[in-house]
T-cell receptor
Framework: GAGVSQSPSNKVTEKGKDVELRCDPI?????LYWYRQSLGQGLEFLIY????????KSGLPSDRFSAERTGGSVSTLTIQRTQQEDSAVYLC??????????????FGEGSRLTVL | SQQGEEDPQALSIQEGENATMNCSYK?????LQWYRQNSGRGLVHLIL?????REKHSGRLRVTLDTSKKSSSLLITASRAADTASYFC???????????FGAGTRLFVKA
């Protein structure tokens, strides 16, 4: 597609269940980012991929969170044993080129996660 | 802590007025960007200003950057009701790769 695609757009789950969130970046974009946004708040950096590598995973809130990217394209963010505090909108973005150079990020519409 | 912090947190103005939002950051940067987010949507890139630039214009948007004060401002002139949204500044520190966003300014333009 022409833009960054995220799925599901909405996910309601029970506490303790695992969830997978998917991001399909713009074709040819080598950089891919995951952010978390709580209601009315700013964006919390989670992880960044350059190709299939994640140079910095320090933004992941706990070891229940993991992410992978395959083929330099689709990325999956997995949250294990979800907790209520994981409820948020998870935003994915992609960009061209090397980090720190061009900079413009293209965002998906987000996946809204609600943990009951 | 977040790299960028905006103020005010919220701003309410009448249509036709100008809106000014400010952003401060903490480390040396390659560039600073402003994004817009409509309620419940993803962010959309508005404008990028490089660290060696002091001012940039795009339509009704004017961005300034003062690297000595580590601050930037976004001015929206002749605001419209459709400008109602949250506005975020974002920075990438020199030599880094993380794009870090501030908490945002929520702008409400009354028709």
């Amino acid at each position: 597609g022409a833009g960054v695609s995220q799925s599901p757009s909405n996910k309601v789950t029970e506490k303790g269940k695992d969830v997978e969130l998917r991001c399909d970046p713009i074709s040819g974009h080598t950089a891919l980012y995951w952010y978390r946004q709580s209601l009315g708040q700013g964006l919390e950096f989670l992880i960044y991929f350059q190709g299939n590598s994640a140079p910095d995973k320090s933004g992941l809130p706990s070891d229940r969170f993991s992410a992978e990217r395959t083929g330099g394209s689709v990325s999956t963010l997995t949250i294990q044993r979800t907790q209520q505090e994981d409820s948020a909108v998870y935003l994915c973005a992609s960009s061209l080129g090397q980090p720190g150079q061009t900079g413009e990020l293209f965002f998906g519409e987000g996946s809204r996660l609600t943990v009951l | 802590s977040q790299q960028g912090e905006e103020d005010p947190q919220a701003l309410s103005i009448q249509e036709g007025e100008n809106a000014t939002m400010n952003c401060s950051y903490k480390t040396s940067i390659n560039n600073l960007q402003w994004y817009r987010q409509n309620s419940g949507r993803g962010l959309v890139h508005l404008i990028l200003i490089r660290s060696n630039e002091r001012e940039k214009h795009s339509g009704r948007l004017r961005v300034t950057l003062d690297t000595s004060k580590k601050s930037s401002s976004l001015l929206i002139t002749a605001s419209r009701a459709a400008d109602t949204a949250s506005y975020f500044c974002a920075t990438i520190n020199t030599g880094g790769f993380k794009t870090i966003f501030g908490a945002g300014t929520r702008l409400f333009v009354k028709a």
